[in-house]
Structure formats: C-alpha cells, structure tokens
C-alpha cells in the first residue's frame, strides 16, 4: 500500500514558476513509476507527466513539453513536478499518481489501471 500527499500548490500569475511535490509513505517507492495528472473544471483528466522508477525515462504531453519537469528522489520517496512558465490554462488540480508499471501512467486507455492517487492539490494560475 502507497499513500501519496500533494503539497506546493498555491495561486501565482502568469508566467511565474511553481513546485509540487509527492511525498510517498509505504513500501517499496523505489519500484514505482510515478506520474502527475491534472483535471480542470468541467474537463477530463490529463496526464501531465511521468518518470520511471529509476529516473531513466520522463514523459510529457505538447501541452506542457518544455515547461514542465518531473523528477524524483528515492531516497527521500518524493517526486516533483517543476511548472515553469506557468499560463491560466494550466489552473486545475493536479494529482499524484504511483504505478509499477509506466504504461499505466502514460496511456490513457490504460489509466484506469493506476493502483495509487493522491487527494490532489489546486494549482491557480492568473493572468
């Protein structure tokens, strides 16, 4: 069992940078994939990133590609989501997400699958 905790949102203006961090408690985090979703309101969910469990591969969607970087340490069972120049269509909650395996994570037809969410936190991006 892997419990996930959100922390790091907040409200910034457009353009700024923000960090969200997981902090994982249970058992073998070092296994796990790990991803950040996010939902808006009235929308679907959308993954935004995802990183192996040993960092050797990151994943992002074009809507975040180049702005947005997932990271991880293991040793402190934490993952990150670095939002740099952060726009108003960014604002949403955004959710941890922890899965053995990546492909969980990454393809949509196969998120259903992901084992552990996190409550999720609210990000709020101004103009």
């Known amino acids: 069992q892997v419990q996930l905790v959100e922390s790091g949102g907040g409200l910034v203006q457009a353009g700024d940078s923000l960090r969200l961090s997981c902090a994982a408690s249970?058992?073998?985090?070092?296994?796990?994939?790990m991803g950040w979703f996010r939902q808006a309101p009235g929308k679907e969910r959308e993954f935004v990133a995802a990183?192996?469990?040993?960092?050797?591969?990151?994943f992002y969607p074009a809507s975040v590609k180049g702005r947005f970087t997932i990271s991880r340490d293991n040793a402190k069972n934490t993952v990150y989501l670095q939002m740099d120049s952060l726009k108003p269509e960014d604002t949403a909650v955004y959710y941890c997400?922890?899965?053995?395996?990546?492909?969980?994570?990454?393809?949509?037809?196969?998120?259903?699958?992901?084992?552990?969410w996190g409550e999720g936190i609210q990000v709020t991006v101004s103009t």
């Open positions: 249970g058992s073998a985090f070092s296994t796990y994939a």
């Open positions: 990183i192996t469990w040993n960092s050797s591969n990151t």
């Open positions: 997400a922890a899965d053995t395996q990546i492909d969980a994570i990454v393809i949509v037809t196969r998120n259903y699958r992901v084992q552990y």
